[in-house]
């Protein structure tokens, strides 16, 4: 089998991938905030461990893999958006105009996500369908001593776990000192964290042993990972934004639950995203979202490539240059893998990405691949770097977008010839179409061009631009 080797945050150290149980490999990356649309940053860890989640499948079988990505549905933006609604007039219930901003906003995720190339994690649970689990392990942290209960809201107590901050590597000192950390009057320790706080009644809340409340946002990724893929797993990935404070409560919430289990063997953490060599940030006018570059018809495809050609754990700059480059390659190797059947995995590709996601690496192989005229070779490591599916996309199609040039130009031709009732253009272009390999349809509906037998893109692209010149 092959051997993956990945670096873990938490050693420190490039490390064989040795699963805990192979015949259900668990992976948990940390999902969306649900409250707007994706900008580019929040499409990196989604790539990065789509790689990771595609390598895994073809090493150990795709019924062998459980991938969970949790979706935050409690939000105090996702709150806001639907009271702005309510109080524009919007009918329904305040707890339904939040569900809907919820679903609306899933939608949008899976859309853009869709459109990048990543495949769905095998569960999303929402974290409004896991508030039980959330408070049974608030209740046993409070219980073994780990929490307490202050002026309406549980809070956990980091002095209670005395490995707090090994993940990054920081002492608790470092910690406030660096920190943003929310001062409450009510907390032992100014790192304590909530695990549970109050609503408002025109907020959401759930009953609980502490009156009515929300969870707060750490203790999610603890108790779904926990319910759906059991106290120890393999990989846990997220943006290295997260490793302090999010995955630091993660794993203290979860040792101290849980004591005698490992929960997350392996983590893994990608680097930010920069644009044109910036941080991306409001302020600078360069930020935006997945959806506008789509929709500005960047295709997802070179979005996807251009994110793979920088290595998961240094900072990647999205620049307008690199995505050029990155359409014009992707043209090139569709041409070359065609219409050919995928062929053997090449190793090498394999290779480079079981060594920590060399991705990089991988697109280096595809170039000789394409040098090589491996069309099957080609065709299979596009499939496992996610850049193609079944089909070349449509954008990259140059047979398809030829052949819908010369279906409009035919339909101009015959209604011209339907007026003079001279049918020689129209029978001069029927036989350059035939010529091509192209079987024409025309009927009262209109006209449909086939790819027959020897169909040729290129003879198409030969035909004359202009219907006149026919003449
Ligand atoms: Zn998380």
């Known amino acids: 089998m092959t051997e993956i080797r990945l670096w873990n945050t938490k050693t420190k150290a490039k490390e064989v991938f040795s699963p805990i149980d192979p015949d259900d490999v668990r992976m948990y990356v940390c999902g969306p905030t649900v409250y707007d649309r994706a900008h580019l940053g929040n499409a990196r860890p989604v790539i990065v461990f789509d790689v990771l989640f595609r390598l895994l499948r073809h090493v150990y079988g795709e019924e062998n893999v459980t991938y969970v990505r949790n979706i935050t549905d409690i939000d105090d933006k996702i709150n806001a958006t639907a009271q702005k609604r309510k109080a524009a007039g919007a009918e329904g219930t305040l707890e339904h105009l939040i569900h809907d901003r919820a679903d609306e906003t899933i939608h949008w995720y899976h859309q853009d996500m869709d459109a990048l190339g990543a495949l769905r994690p095998t569960i999303e649970p929402r974290a409004t369908q896991h508030i039980g689990t959330m408070i049974a392990m608030i209740q046993d942290l409070v219980e073994k001593g780990h929490a307490y209960f202050a002026e309406g809201h549980v809070l956990f107590a980091v002095d209670s776990y005395a490995d707090y901050g090994t993940l990054s590597g920081r002492t608790v000192e470092d910690m406030i000192a660096g920190a943003r950390v929310e001062v409450a009057p009510f907390k032992r320790n100014p790192m304590d964290f909530v695990l549970w706080k109050p609503s408002d009644a025109d907020l959401p809340g759930w009953d609980s042993p502490w009156g009515r409340g929300r969870p707060g946002w750490h203790i999610e990724c603890s108790a779904m990972s926990y319910e759906l893929l059991g106290p120890a797993f393999d990989i846990h990935g997220g943006g290295i934004d997260l490793q302090f404070p999010h995955h630091e409560n993660e794993i203290a919430q979860s040792a101290c639950a ?89 190793n090498a590709l394999v290779a480079a990405l079981s060594d920590d996601l060399n991705t990089h690496g991988a697109l280096a192989e595809l170039h000789r691949l394409a040098g090589e005229g491996d069309a099957a070779g080609l065709r299979a490591g596009l499939a496992l770097l996610g850049l193609m599916d079944d089909r070349i996309p449509l954008w990259a199609d140059a047979g398809s977008a030829a052949l819908t040039a010369a279906a409009e130009r035919l339909t101009d031709a015959r209604e011209q010839a339907k007026a003079t009732m001279n049918f020689a253009e129209v029978d001069r272009l029927k036989a350059a179409l035939a010529e091509a390999g192209v079987e024409v349809r025309m009927s009262r509906e209109g006209v449909e061009l086939l790819p027959a037998e020897g169909f040729d893109p290129a003879k198409l692209e030969a035909l004359p631009e202009d219907p006149t010149e026919w003449h």
Do not use: C
Request: net charge positive; proline share 6%.
């Open 258 to 346: 849980h004591p005698s289990e490992d929960f997350a063997r392996l983590w893994m953490h990608n680097e930010m995203l920069q644009v044109e060599g910036r941080k991306m940030s409001k302020s600078l006018g360069n930020f935006f979202t997945v959806r506008a570059l789509l929709d500005q018809g960047v295709p997802g495809e070179v979005i996807r490539f251009v994110f793979l050609s920088t290595h998961y754990r240094k900072p990647m700059d999205w620049t307008a240059e690199k995505a050029r480059e990155a359409e014009a390659t992707l043209r090139k190797w569709y041409r070359i893998a065609g219409a050919a059947k995928p062929g053997d995995m090449p």
